[in-house]
């Protein structure tokens, strides 16, 4: 099972009536105005600290050559993954430790770790002291959906940025946050906006129902404007890359990249990279 994309519905019929419906609405922001802020000053604070290397590649897609095109759900496949997205992501995985966890088996104690930040059910990154390697422990089930698992992934690696590299404190306010938006700003923003928020139906025989998960800190609506911030920075107006967003992510990010494109209110600089 390789990563394909994501979209499964009719986009093409989707844009043109919401295009329409922003022509008679007009640009429309749908964060707060305390939100838009923190968005656009924490994007200017990241490109001060990794400068414009990372939002100058193209962005992480389902299609990437980067990503299996097969997978058979094993933890060594796991493994190997991790391995190229630390690539993409700039960490040195001679720093890390990979391990995996269940409820039947969870992660043991370790004594004198520094850090331990959640990305909810699906990962953690553990930072022991005395100078032993950062912990990156994924839950056995991310193993289902290397999708998710990649969006998971990209959440712990951004962790060693922001925290064992010192850039923000422990007790930092918008820690989690913030390290949802370096994935957007390193480009991986597909993959963990599209694992935000994920709702899903089940059959089995005569039974059936659906169900709604979330992974992450950013609301949808906070992803959006990210990303379309993201494309403001490399002098974007237009994203060939939207056909990989799920809908409820992609309606944001249109609206929010239509805002930035006729009003131009925000602090981003476009092609500022």
Not at 28 to 51: A, I
Not at 102 to 110: A, L, Y
Not at 243 to 261: G, P, Q, T, V, W
Request: net charge negative.
């Amino acid at each position: 099972m390789g990563i394909a994309p994501v979209n499964r519905y009719p986009v093409q019929n989707m844009s043109l009536l919401r295009q329409l419906t922003r022509k008679f609405r007009g640009p429309r922001c749908h964060l707060e105005s305390e939100e838009k802020l923190w968005v656009e000053q924490r994007l200017l604070w990241l490109r001060q600290q990794f400068g414009p290397g990372p939002i100058r590649r193209p962005p992480l897609d389902p299609n990437s050559q980067l990503l299996p095109g097969k997978w058979d759900h094993s933890p060594e496949s796991g493994a190997e993954l991790l391995q190229k997205v630390c690539g993409y992501m700039q960490v040195d995985p001679s720093r890390l430790e990979l391990q995996y966890y269940s409820e039947e088996q969870p992660i043991e104690p370790i004594l004198g770790f520094t850090e331990r930040e959640s990305s909810g059910p699906a990962g953690l990154y553990i930072h022991p002291e005395n100078g032993q390697r950062l912990i990156i422990a994924l839950h056995v089930m991310g193993l289902r959906n290397p999708a998710n698992l990649v969006a998971t992934m990209c959440h712990e690696l951004a962790h060693v940025h922001l925290l064992a590299d010192k850039r923000i404190a422990e007790d930092t306010l918008d820690g989690e946050p913030l390290t949802d938006l370096l994935t957007v700003y390193f480009g991986a923003g597909i993959f963990t906006a599209n694992s935000a928020f994920h709702f899903g139906q089940w059959q089995e025989g005569n039974y059936g129902g659906w169900s709604v998960s979330r992974q992450g800190y950013l609301t949808e609506a906070q992803f959006g404007y990210a990303l379309a911030g993201y494309c403001w920075f490399r002098g974007e107006t237009e994203a060939g890359w939207r056909k990989h967003l799920r809908e409820n992510i992609a309606y944001y990010f249109e609206d929010s990249l239509h805002f930035l494109s006729t009003t131009r209110d925000t602090s981003i600089p476009f092609d500022g990279a």
